[in-house]
């Protein structure tokens, strides 16, 4: 069996929702990953140093705000400065339908918006972290 | 002591064991029950049925009448049957002028109280050229900086009229500062000004997560803004203790009134501290809780917390007069409880929870929009959630008599059941230290926080049904929807009179008195309310106020628990 798979969740920018992303990092700790999460109201430079120094497989941003097409380009571009572009970055939240695309064309992996079931978001995030392979 | 019943409990007794052992079990024999166990949402057994048995220890004083201590079947002797609860749908989005826009329009369609959202940076207390507002101005709410954007906001409403709430925090001794500011200048009457701030900063580090400052400096705001407008606004509420976030945050509708009353008694005891009687502030204490889904539960829940209120003032904090006893709240439905999926069914959804909140004798009610799982509602969903409110009202005939639920036998044990419960944990509270060390620590995020859990799982396995999500779902279904749409020119119009209030005010008088500010602020015994007013007044920033007290103060950060 091989390493446990290493994920940083955060909220990014002043959205204070923070129901959603502790219900994903009970889930996922559940599951048995190593969770980190940031806690609320973190920059884009704060978040992307974290996920460099903790070398995580993926970088979950919670965001309820409507400021993710904001602050995802920002995240997308500091992971590439970084070195650190192979990082799978997924996002929760509410994010319209229409900015799906657009999100998924910046790089983000994975949406898991409102009602995904726990379980489901254990199995995409895992396909993810297979598809990528090791590192 | 006397109770609801006079039957004879012996002889009801042995009805409901004969009706048992005949009926029911016939029937069971028949066809099993949908479950073996029913529960509430928030987890109480319910039984089959309820018999005055479960009514028969409740004391008929606990249930009393409309209007009396205390005040189980209202706060008012006549209610609904005089004046309906005030239809308040809150509105905020882009700058002042576009949301005193949607104002005019509410108000056109017979909306009769205000309510206003605003943007996160001026829920933060950042102004809107800071780095951290960049995408957030005026996104969800009406973006506030300076008191000309407060007059933007409300040009061509008279304040003295209509009764304004609003939605702030960590903040909102600013906002309330700037609203005194403008009704001074328009020459108003500050003892007419009615509504509510809401400034409760304790379910913020709980559940809503908007704070600034550590706590106690965050308290000693609260505490400035009840005693201020005890003192020169007698019609205005300078707090909304609020359940609604604690339950929006994962809760149980039992720990949204427990923890709301355990914060709601940690302010009363910082007022009376300063030495202010308890019923010279007490009567303008606001509340405010969700309307959920568990119908027969929220009515119960509304009913036991008026009645654990009323208890708790008048039996710690010895309250002599009925208004300081009697609890009076704002409902909102649950916004966590809207889909994405069939979003029309939102209006079901919304209209029973409203439905709710009337039976439980709610003060003024803002009914959610079908389209709040995508975005900020739109005019069109903002009219279909006010005209709910006007059918409940002027169709059904249910505001016409008071309570008309009480003395029901399941809603009046739920009620006492939920008061017991309640009580149960303030004391829990007060053993492990009281309601400050207790978020310190963590333990009401943490309550919160396995509810929510278990929610999920609920929703997962199908335990907890939801239409749309989880039963009834539409593969393919594509969202035949427009939403509200985000100016893309907010900032840029925001920025610039930010811009202009800066370039034309009087620095030097600016600096003086966020000096002043400091000293006020290093005084307890001093309120903060005055200095804040003359700053806004001045052209101070919302940022420039918040930045200088957080060098005497600090900032505020948790320590997650999940």
């Given at each position: 069996m091989?390493?446990p798979?290493?994920v940083l969740?955060a909220k990014v ?9 502790k219900?994903v ?10 969770v980190?999460y ?6 884009p430079e704060?978040?992307v140093?974290a996920?460099?120094?903790e ?7 919670s ?7 904001t ?6 571009q500091l ?8 990082t799978?970055?997924v ?29 489901e978001?254990?199995a995409?995030l895992?396909?993810l ?5 090791p590192? | 002591?006397?109770t609801?019943?006079?039957?004879d409990?012996?002889?009801?007794v042995?009805?409901?064991e004969?009706?048992e052992?005949?009926?029911v079990n ?7 029950e949908?479950?073996d ?5 928030g987890g109480?057994?319910?039984?089959r049925?309820?018999t005055?048995?479960?009514?028969k ?6 249930i009393?009448?409309p209007g009396?201590?205390?005040?189980t079947?209202?706060p008012?002797?006549?209610m609904?049957?005089?004046?309906y609860?005030?239809?308040?749908q809150?509105?905020?989005f ?7 826009n949607?104002?005019k329009y509410?108000?056109s369609?017979?909306q009769?109280g205000?309510?206003t959202?605003?943007d996160?940076?001026t ?12 995408g957030e101005v005026?996104r969800?709410?009406?973006a ?5 954007d ?7 409403i008279d304040?003295e ?7 702030i925090?960590?903040?909102a ?5 700037m609203?005194i500011?403008?009704?001074k ?7 007419k000004l009615s509504g509510?701030?809401q400034?409760?900063i ?14 106690s ?10 005693t201020?407008?005890?003192?020169n606004?007698k ?10 976030h ?5 809760s149980?509708?039992?720990h949204e009134?427990a ?12 007022v009376?501290?300063t030495?202010m ?7 303008r204490?606001a ?6 889904a ?15 209120w009323?208890?708790i003032?008048k039996?710690?904090?010895g309250?002599k ?8 709240f704002h409902?909102q ?5 809207l889909?994405k999926?069939q979003y029309k069914?939102n ?13 439980g ?8 929009g079908?389209?709040e799982?995508?975005?900020i509602p739109?005019?069109?969903?903002m009219?279909?959630a ?8 002027d169709?059904?005939?249910v ?7 009480g003395g029901?036998y ?6 006492t059941?939920?008061?017991n419960?309640?009580?149960?944990i ?10 400050i060390k207790?978020?310190e ?7 919160i926080?396995d509810?929510a859990?278990?929610t999920?799982l609920k ?6 049904p939801?239409?749309?999500?989880n039963k ?11 939403t ?8 840029d119009?925001?920025i610039?009179?930010?811009?202009t209030?800066?370039?034309?005010r009087?620095n ?6 966020l000096?002043?500010?400091i000293?006020v602020?290093k005084d307890e015994r001093?309120?903060i309310?005055?200095?804040?007013i003359e700053l ?10 918040v930045?200088k007290l957080?060098t005497?103060w600090?900032?505020y950060?948790?320590n997650?628990?999940?």
């Amino acid at each position: 069996m091989g390493l446990p798979i290493r994920v940083l969740l955060a909220k990014v920018g002043l959205d204070g929702h923070d129901r959603g992303v502790k219900v994903v990092a009970r889930t996922l700790r559940d599951a048995g990953m190593d969770v980190i999460y940031t806690g609320l109201h973190r920059t884009p430079e704060e978040v992307v140093n974290a996920a460099v120094q903790e070398d995580v497989d993926i970088l979950g941003i919670s965001l309820l705000s409507g400021a993710h097409m904001t602050i995802c380009p920002k995240i997308m571009q500091l992971l590439e400065d970084k070195d650190a572009a192979d990082t799978i970055v997924v996002v929760g939240g509410v994010v319209p339908d229409e900015d799906v695309t657009p999100l998924k064309e910046m790089g983000v992996k994975e949406l898991l918006l409102q009602d995904t079931p726990p379980k489901e978001i254990v199995a995409r995030l895992e396909k993810l972290v297979e598809e990528r392979g090791p590192r | 002591m006397s109770t609801l019943n006079k039957e004879d409990p012996k002889q009801l007794v042995k009805q409901l064991e004969l009706w048992e052992d005949n009926e029911v079990n016939t029937f069971l024999n028949k066809q099993p029950e949908r479950e073996d166990n029913f529960y509430t949402l928030g987890g109480f057994p319910v039984k089959r049925t309820y018999t005055a048995l479960d009514t028969k220890d409740i004391p008929i004083d606990d249930i009393g009448l409309p209007g009396q201590y205390p005040f189980t079947r209202g706060p008012y002797p006549t209610m609904y049957r005089s004046r309906y609860w005030t239809m308040r749908q809150i509105a905020g989005f882009g700058t002042g002028e576009d949301t005193n826009n949607r104002f005019k329009y509410l108000i056109s369609q017979g909306q009769t109280g205000l309510s206003t959202d605003f943007d996160m940076p001026t829920l933060m207390g950042y102004d809107s050229d800071h780095p951290m507002s960049d995408g957030e101005v005026g996104r969800e709410g009406v973006a506030i900086d300076t008191l000309a954007d407060m007059e933007a906001l409300f040009d061509g409403i008279d304040l003295e009229k209509i009764s304004v709430s609003m939605t702030i925090n960590p903040t909102a001794w600013i906002l309330l500062a700037m609203y005194i500011a403008l009704a001074k200048r328009r020459g108003d009457d500050l003892n007419k000004l009615s509504g509510t701030v809401q400034a409760d900063i304790l379910k913020e580090y709980v559940a809503q997560k908007e704070y600034i400052y550590p706590i106690s400096p965050s308290v000693r705001i609260v505490r400035d803004c009840i005693t201020y407008c005890a003192e020169n606004m007698k019609r205005y509420n300078p707090i909304n203790i609020s359940g609604y976030h604690i339950s929006e945050a994962g809760s149980s509708p039992l720990h949204e009134i427990a923890f709301t009353m355990a914060n709601a008694t940690t302010y009363v005891e910082e007022v009376v501290k300063t030495g202010m009687d308890v019923d010279q502030f007490a009567p303008r204490l606001a509340f405010f809780f969700v309307g959920q889904a568990d119908f027969f539960e929220e009515i119960a829940k509304f009913r036991a917390a008026r009645r654990v209120w009323a208890k708790i003032m008048k039996n710690q904090f010895g309250a002599k007069k009925a208004e300081s006893m009697r609890l009076r709240f704002h409902c909102q439905t649950a916004a966590a409880s809207l889909t994405k999926p069939q979003y029309k069914v939102n209006i079901m959804r919304t209209t029973v929870q409203a439905l709710a909140a009337v039976l439980g004798g709610a003060q003024s009610l803002h009914t959610n929009g079908m389209d709040e799982a995508f975005a900020i509602p739109t005019e069109e969903a903002m009219k279909i959630a006010l005209r709910t409110q006007q059918v409940i009202a002027d169709e059904t005939n249910v505001a016409n008599v008071i309570d008309p639920l009480g003395g029901s036998y399941f809603l009046e044990n739920l009620t006492t059941q939920y008061e017991n419960k309640i009580f149960e944990i303030l004391d829990e509270v007060k053993e492990k230290g009281g309601t400050i060390k207790l978020i310190e620590e963590g333990w009401f995020q943490k309550h919160i926080a396995d509810f929510a859990y278990e929610t999920a799982l609920k929703k997962q396995d199908g335990q907890k049904p939801v239409i749309g999500v989880n039963k009834y779902v539409e593969e393919n279904e594509q969202a035949d929807i427009t939403t509200h749409p985000y100016d893309s020119t907010t900032a840029d119009r925001q920025i610039s009179r930010l811009q202009t209030v800066r370039a034309t005010r009087d620095n030097n008088k600016i600096e003086k008195l966020l000096n002043e500010l400091i000293e006020v602020a290093k005084d307890e015994r001093q309120n903060i309310m005055p200095i804040t007013i003359e700053l806004v007044d001045a052209g101070a920033t919302m940022g420039d106020i918040v930045e200088k007290l957080r060098t005497l103060w600090g900032t505020y950060r948790e320590n997650p628990v999940f």
